[in-house]
């Protein structure tokens, strides 16, 4: 029985220190976009589009653990659950690199300037709740974690500006631009990786939760 308990806590090391590896990347990802936009390059891009592929491996590399591990030993039914959890951690990481995937796209083009300042906006929000994430996960540190959850709402409060603000200048101009659709569809994708990380903090402190109550 020892045994297979090791064998467990190897393999959910193993995985978290996957779930932590992708998360430094996506955050090296955002910052690596937001110099591609202040200066195009092709090695920057080709970089964010590289880690993207890594992200994707890393979700089938946890998933490989975690189907490894029901096939060669029973699995307690609370650790069936938390292993489901990591799986879809590992899923919502690699919607993460989409969304930022889905942001160059749009943003590539002549009025990359015009949409930057919006971009720094949410991005100030959302570097620190992906340090947050990274260190609450490290650490096991349910503050860190409720601090991403609770800072959802200036993401949230920041997309419903946004497209407020667009909305007066289409009244104002009497008709929409190409910078305010990518203006609303970029503010969206933003809006959404904030409510990916949130998940992923909620998920987290949730196994935090079911630990300590099978400890005590």
Request: proline share 1%; glycine share 4%; hydrophobic share 40%.
């Amino acid at each position: 029985m020892l045994k297979r308990q090791n064998y467990f806590e190897l393999k959910s090391q193993q995985m978290k220190e996957i779930i932590l590896d992708v998360l430094e990347r996506l955050l090296q990802m955002a910052d690596q976009y937001t110099a591609h936009l202040e200066k195009p390059s092709d090695k920057k891009k080709a970089y964010i589009l590289q880690v993207e592929q890594f992200v994707n491996q890393s979700e089938e590399r946890v998933n490989d653990h975690i189907l490894e591990l029901l096939s060669l030993q029973p699995v307690a039914k609370d650790k069936v659950k938390e292993l489901f959890g990591i799986s879809r951690i590992a899923g919502l990481l690699e919607r993460v690199g989409d969304q930022l995937i889905n942001l160059l796209t749009i943003s590539d083009g002549e009025n990359a300037a015009e949409l930057m300042p919006m971009i720094e906006q949410f991005f100030h929000y959302e570097r620190e709740m992906m340090g947050w994430l990274i260190q609450g996960i490290e650490k096991n540190d349910r503050h860190l974690l409720e601090l991403v959850i609770s800072h959802d709402q200036y993401v949230n409060r920041l997309n419903k500006g946004t497209y407020q603000s667009v909305v007066h200048s289409v009244q104002e101009q009497e008709k929409i631009t190409e910078s305010n659709l990518k203006t609303i569809i970029m503010s969206r994708f933003l809006e959404r990786l904030g409510d990916y990380l949130v998940t992923i903090a909620k998920i987290y402190h949730d196994f935090l939760d079911t630990r300590q109550a099978s400890d005590e």
